[in-house]
């Protein structure tokens, strides 16, 4: 396939379903299919962290920081057509924030009919964390997060083309059985597919499904403006940059672990329930990362530094269910707590901001009147 207009993929689902990684092992295979393709990350703040993973592996990435696509729709055509213009791509895949919904009325509708000269629109991916969805459907029991928040989790998925299971490597065959089935049932008009992206197993179909397929508009969904703002209140984002200092070279991977574990710690005993935690620590041209998706499991370094180092700077994205000033309390107290890991270590938050996202304020909506 080698289309005349770029065609653009949204791939959304809440914070923490793995979507970030699965556009990473998109554009692995979009490599191998010999199409090429650009990015777009998205944010209600700055200091992205899903922009470092991208850019660090080298891929061609814009990022839209400061409101949510619906908000942001003339920015997001903006970087469409300058990544358009600069790479010439066969394919735009663009990540939403994991607080939003209401894409399709917002965000796709409305560019197929403003810019369907210009670029092709792919069905919609909803992605979801494995667990999560398991406990928000009765498979199983734990945390949830409070009603607002569930009210998104659901219409996101009620809007999907494609709903994802992903890290479908996490679940047991017949475990990935049962959640379709409630999937399927539960959201009828969309295909439930299970993928993961860290095997790579289920993702093909799925991909094709994403590049050679497009939108078909379907009556947009009823969504409450009042329920989504307040769900999206109760979630507290903390983006924050930090420079990092050793002595001497020092395991950073050591750092970050440590990092992560104190700061799980202090929001645990903050009664502060975490959606998605995740950090860069940033040297030279190589990076190490680390996610944590729940309180209830252990933070996760996905990608290490290979050598010591002795400088670096460190991102921190936090979106838990808190106040901003407890997340930001509890980012200051971890940093200060590093100068007891080995290392010697020295941080200094240099940049951070602490908010709840405003109320959303789409700049389209296709269909009936909000
Ligand atoms: N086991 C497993 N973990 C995954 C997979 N995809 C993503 N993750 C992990 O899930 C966490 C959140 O992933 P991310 O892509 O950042 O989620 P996003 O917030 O939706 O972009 C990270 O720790 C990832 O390594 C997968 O296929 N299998
Ligand atoms: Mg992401």
């Not at 066969?90 to 000269?117: F, I, K, Q």
């Amino acid at each position: 396939m080698k289309p005349t207009k770029p065609h653009v993929i949204l791939i959304a689902g809440f914070l923490g379903a793995g979507k970030t990684t699965a556009m990473l092992a998109l554009s692995r295979w979009l490599t191998d299919q010999g199409i090429r393709a650009g990015f777009i990350t998205n944010d209600q703040g700055h200091d992205l962290v899903d922009t470092r993973l991208l850019q660090g592996c080298g891929l061609a990435t814009e990022e839209i920081t400061g409101g949510c696509f619906c908000c942001r729709f003339d920015e997001l055509v903006d970087a469409t057509r300058r990544l358009g213009a600069a790479l010439q791509p066969d394919v735009l895949v663009a990540e939403a924030v994991g607080s939003c919904t209401d894409l399709a009325a917002t965000v796709t509708y409305p560019m197929r009919r403003l810019l369907g000269n210009e670029c092709t629109i792919a069905p919609l991916s909803v992605l979801v964390d494995p667990v999560c969805a398991q406990r928000a459907f009765g498979l199983q029991t734990g945390e949830m997060f409070s009603k607002n928040v569930q009210y998104i989790y659901r219409k996101q998925l009620e809007e999907a083309d494609v709903i994802v299971i992903s890290k479908c490597d996490l679940l047991s065959a017949k475990e990935i059985e049962a959640l379709s089935a409630v999937l399927q049932h539960e959201f009828p008009h969309a295909e439930v597919v299970a993928a993961s992206s860290r095997d790579e197993a289920g993702v093909d179909p799925w991909f094709r499904r994403i590049v050679f397929g497009d939108q078909h508009q379907r009556p947009v969904m009823d969504v409450d403006y009042d329920r989504y703002a307040d769900g999206e209140a109760r979630l507290g984002w903390l983006n924050g940059s930090v420079t990092v200092a050793a002595p001497s070279p020092a395991d950073g991977n050591v750092l970050l672990r440590c990092l992560a574990s104190d700061l799980q710690r202090r929001l645990y005993e903050r009664g502060a329930m975490i959606a998605h935690l995740k950090m860069t620590l940033h040297s030279g041209d190589r990076l190490a990362a680390v996610n944590l998706v729940r309180n209830d499991v252990v933070p996760e370094l996905g990608i290490e530094l290979p050598e010591l180092i002795a400088a670096a700077s460190l991102v921190v994205n936090l979106r838990a269910q808190a106040a901003p000033d407890v997340l930001e309390e509890a980012v200051r107290e971890s940093l200060a707590a590093m100068t007891g890991v080995p290392g010697s270590w020295s941080l200094e938050l240099i940049h951070a901001e602490a908010f709840r996202p405003a109320r959303p304020d789409p700049t389209h909506r296709d269909g009936t009147r909000i």
